[in-house]
């Protein structure tokens, strides 16, 4: 019926929508481990023969930077419309309801 094919075609466009989010969450943590290993792993590998709290302290700077990353991502989608009523919807209730 014509309902049921709305409803598979809606529900595409979100499986599209999610995979496209996916994607491009896993594009800026490949960046940001990029830009790890050419700044911080020089230093990790000589801490690795220095104290284990030298060695934490990068991981903890990579781990925050991965914080940083989701939450920019979420505020980017967040202010990516001209409409502010979608604008307080998503900022809202972006964890209730998913789009």
């Known amino acids: 019926t014509l309902s049921s094919q709305q409803n598979s075609d809606s529900t595409h466009i979100k499986e599209e929508k999610s995979r496209k989010r996916k994607l491009k969450s896993v594009n800026t943590l490949l960046i940001i481990t990029f830009f790890y290993v050419l700044c911080y792993l020089p230093h990790t590998v ?30 980017i989608y967040i202010a990516r419309t001209k409409n502010i009523s979608t604008f307080y919807r998503r900022l809202f209730v972006k964890y209730i309801y998913r789009e």
């Open 46 to 75: 000589r801490m690795v023969f220095r104290t284990p709290s030298q060695f934490s302290s990068a991981a903890t700077v990579f781990g925050l930077m991965t914080l940083v990353n989701s939450s920019f991502n979420s505020i």
